[in-house]
């Protein structure tokens, strides 16, 4: 077997490749150039449409799509798969939806103690 | 009730709030990612998981892996509910370097980290270890995937090879099998309790 290389060697590597790295994804014409939601929602945290009848209405189609898309609770990478969009148009949208109260954001682990979430999805697991 | 910034919707009362959280899977390309994740996920894997051409086969060196025809070229990922109102997530890490500006993004706000490996092609996964020894705020752990379910290398002479941290756990595993991977997610999420009862 090869052996790992020191790390400041791989250290250097990695500072290349991030130098190398491509640039990020222009901006989406769907979110009006924007491309950073105010708050920052991870790919798993989840969002769940407001079931009202005026909520659905005078959104443009993506904005629909994702609101569609959370009848049930779903994360952000689940809405990102079910309408195709990218990520990162998927985060300003749900930001702009959640202004406007036509989907609720669920709170973020973060909120919660991390020693208590831990303790929570361990006794899940042990449960499975 | 978790109380939620005012600039966002108040939660009507059809709306159970639900809390999410994840690990990421990480390791080199064709390691197995996404298999470990459809062996445990209660939905089937989603993401963006594009064919390989011919072109990047020659790039990605496929040869070497026998018997692989597609790869994650985006992220993909699965779903565990552990319990009502709790759900984590495990999502796959883009296994080629050129995807690395990904990871910072997906790796934030994780709860811990699996890079996965293969002694047929160890090497394949240090940028994975380096990444999170580099980063230190993700308690993270190796498996070895058990390929066709033989460990070809024991564990002593791999965590030599990659010359790991005694505090990293090592485990092996057969990523095809739940009852494994369940087993190295109680390992990983032990280990970031250890980590943080101890910080």
């Known amino acids: ?128 | 009730m978790v109380s939620i910034a005012s600039d966002q919707a108040v939660p009507t009362s059809a709306t159970t709030l639900e809390i999410s959280t994840k690990l990421v899977i990480a390791g080199g390309f064709g390691v197995g990612k996404t298999t470990l994740v459809s062996a445990v996920s209660d939905i089937p894997v989603l993401g963006t998981e594009a064919q390989m051409t011919e072109a990047s086969v020659g790039i990605d060196e496929l040869g070497l892996i026998p018997e692989k025809t597609s790869t994650t070229v985006a992220m993909d990922f699965g779903r565990l509910a552990l319990e009502p109102g709790l759900l984590l997530y495990l999502f796959g890490a883009p296994g080629q370097d050129r995807f690395w500006f990904m990871w910072d993004d997906l790796v934030r706000g994780a709860i811990g980290a699996i890079v996965l490996a293969d002694t047929r092609r160890l090497e394949a996964s240090f940028p994975a270890i380096n990444y999170f020894e580099q980063r230190g705020d993700v308690p993270f752990l190796v498996a070895v995937n058990r390929f066709d379910g033989r460990l070809t290398h024991p564990l002593d002479q791999v965590r030599e090879a990659l010359d790991l941290d005694p505090a990293i756990p090592l485990a092996d595993c057969d990523a095809r099998e739940r009852a494994d991977v369940l087993a190295v997610l109680r390992v990983v999420i032990r280990h970031a309790l250890n980590a943080e009862l101890n910080s």
């Open chain 1, 1 to 128: 077997m090869l052996r790992r290389p020191s790390p400041e060697h791989a250290s250097a590597a990695a500072q290349l490749a991030r130098a190398r790295r491509p640039g990020r994804v222009r901006p989406f014409t769907v979110t009006g150039g924007r491309t950073g939601a105010q708050l920052h929602l991870g790919a798993e945290r989840l969002v769940s449409a407001v079931d009202d009848a005026h909520c659905g209405r005078g959104l443009s189609p993506e904005e629909y799509a994702i609101y569609s898309a959370c009848a049930a609770s779903q994360s952000i990478a689940e809405i990102g798969a079910a309408t195709g969009l990218p990520l990162g148009a998927v985060r300003v949208l749900v930001g702009d939806l959640a202004k406007a109260g036509r989907v609720v954001v669920h709170p973020a682990a973060s909120e919660v103690s991390k020693v208590a979430l831990l303790e929570r999805v361990l006794d899940g697991l042990n449960r499975l």
